[in-house]
C-alpha cells in the first residue's frame, strides 16, 4: 500500500510539471520573442496547459485507413508507460524494489525509444510517417551510442553505476571538477534525446510535415507531447544526479530548475541543424573524444596504483 500511493504521488507530480513546464516554456518563449504568450486562460494564462489538455482529450478518434489500426493506437500508450516507468527508479532508497542498478536500467528503458518511433511510422501508413521514423531512428541509433559510452564512462570512473555510488563521488563535487568537459557533451546529447532545438531533426516541421507523428491527434498526440516533456524533467534530474550534487533538496531544485531553463531556452537561440553535420559531430567528434578522455583517466589511474 505504501508504494503504490508513492506510485500515484509520482504519477500526479509529474503530469502537473509537464503541465507546467509547457507553459512555462511558451512564456520564456514569448519574453525573448518580445511578446507576452499564454496570457487570457485564467490569471497570466495558469490555465493554459488545462484548456489544451481538455482541448486535446475531447478530440474525435478516427482509423487509418488500409494502416495497423491496434499498433497505431497502442504505440502512444506504451510509449508514455515506459517513460512513467523511469521514474519510479527514482529516488526508492531500499533494494528489494531494485533487481538491476538503476544506471544500467535507465540505459535499457532510454534504448527502447527506438521501437516506438519505428512502430508510430510504420502502423500508420503514410509515406511522410515512414520517411520520418527511417530519419527518427537513424538518429537516435547515432547519439545513443555515445551517449552509452558517456553512461559506461561516469560508471567506470564511480566504481558503480548504482546512485549510492554516483553520490559518494559528489560529496566533494569529484565529477564536476574531473569530468566538466563531458557535461557539455551530455547537454548536446541530451539536445538530441529530447528532439529539441537544434536538433529536433525527428519532428521537423518545416521538413517532414511533423515526421513520424504526422498521422496522430487527440490523446495520441498528447501522450507523445507528455513524454517529450517529462523526458526533459528526468535528463535534468540525471544531469543533476551525475555530475553535481543532490545531497541538499533546496539546492538539488534550484540546479533542476536552471538546468531546465536552459533547455527551454535554446529552443529560441539556435537555428536547427543540418542532418549530416549531426552525424558527423556525434559519430567523428563526440565518439573518439569520449574514447580519448576515457583511456586519458584510466592511464592516470594505472599510474596512481602503480605509485603507490
Known amino acids: 500500500m505504501e508504494y503504490l500511493l508513492y506510485y500515484l504521488v509520482v504519477f500526479f507530480v509529474i503530469l502537473f510539471s509537464i503541465m507546467f513546464m509547457s507553459l512555462l516554456e511558451r512564456k520564456i518563449l514569448g519574453y525573448i520573442q518580445m511578446r507576452k504568450g499564454p ?15 481538455v482541448k ?6 478516427f482509423l487509418i485507413g488500409r494502416g495497423m489500426n491496434l499498433m497505431y493506437f497502442w504505440v502512444p500508450f506504451y510509449m508514455f508507460s515506459i517513460n512513467l516507468l523511469i521514474w519510479f527508479i527514482y529516488p526508492f532508497e531500499t533494494d528489494d524494489l531494485m533487481f538491476i542498478s538503476e544506471g ?3 540505459m535499457c528503458l532510454l ?6 518511433l519505428m512502430y508510430m511510422g510504420w502502423s500508420s501508413n503514410s509515406v511522410y510517417s515512414i520517411l520520418g521514423a527511417i530519419r527518427s531512428m537513424a538518429q537516435t541509433i547515432s547519439y545513443e551510442i555515445s551517449l552509452s559510452l558517456l553512461f559506461f564512462f561516469l560508471f567506470f570512473f564511480s566504481s558503480g553505476s548504482g546512485f549510492e555510488e554516483i553520490e559518494f563521488y559528489q560529496f566533494y563535487f569529484i ?10 557533451i551530455w547537454i548536446i546529447l541530451v539536445c538530441a534525446e529530447l528532439n529539441r532545438t537544434p536538433f529536433d531533426f525527428a519532428e521537423g516541421e518545416s521538413e517532414l510535415v511533423s515526421g513520424f507523428n504526422v498521422e496522430y491527434s487527440g490523446v495520441k498526440f498528447s501522450l ?7 523526458n526533459m524533467l528526468f535528463m535534468s534530474t540525471l544531469f543533476i544526479i551525475y555530475f553535481l550534487s543532490n545531497k541538499l533538496i533546496f539546492l538539488y531544485f534550484i540546479l ?19 542532418y549530416d553535420l549531426l552525424m558527423y559531430l556525434v559519430w567523428k567528434e563526440f565518439m573518439l573524444y569520449i574514447l580519448g578522455f576515457f583511456f586519458l583517466i584510466l592511464i592516470f ?4 596504483i602503480y605509485m603507490n
Open 39 to 53: 496570457n487570457f486562460v485564467g490569471l497570466l494564462g495558469m490555465l493554459q496547459p488545462i484548456s489544451d489538455a
Open 224 to 230: 507523445i507531447f507528455m513524454v517529450e516533456y517529462s
Open 301 to 304: 589511474e594505472i599510474n596512481i
Open 111 to 116: 534504448s527502447l525509444s527506438v521501437y516506438y
Open 256 to 274: 533542476l530548475w536552471i538546468f531546465s531553463m536552459m533547455l527551454l531556452s535554446i529552443r529560441s537561440m539556435f537555428p536547427r541543424f543540418r
Open 56 to 61: 486535446l482529450f475531447l478530440k474525435e478518434e
Open 175 to 184: 565529477n564536476f571538477f574531473f569530468m566538466w568537459p563531458l557535461m557539455g
Open 104 to 106: 544500467f536500467f535507465i
